[in-house]
């Protein structure tokens, strides 16, 4: 059966891996099925190939965007979901965290640390200008909404006219 093949060479690989006290990491591609439930079912070919590894990554995202996702289920650690960004200036993905938890760019991690500098609850327009100085060129707009993102997230606690502050987990 194709399940009983990619299984087994699965298994000699990591006969390999074991007898020579290595790490082999194997790149493979995944297919254009979406299964929401089962982040895995998108490993190309049959379930073998997955079930034949101690441990599985899948990294998942829109074409020409820089976040992701990065699934991982396992024998060893437990079953995760992680938020990442590809960063271009140093080719790398960076942890954001666990998925639906913190900031899930560079961009909100710098509003967030910006409006940790502020002692008071702080504008959008007051956060706009020391990202100014710090050599950012983002909009105004494009501040507060990003601003109004983290607010709906949970990052940020909307008060009066406008203003926003951390929370107290921050």
Sequence with gaps: SVYGDDYGFMDRLQKVANDYAICLLMLHHTNKRVDPADPFHAVSGSEGVSGGADTTLLLRRSRGERQGKLFVT?????????DIEFDGETMTWLYRGKAGEGPKTLEQAEVLKVVATFRVPVTPKDVHFKMAELGSRRTQNSVRCMMWRLFQDGELILHDKGAYSLPSKH
Excluded: K
């Design 74 to 82: 396992s024998r060893d650690v437990e079953e995760n979901e992680f």
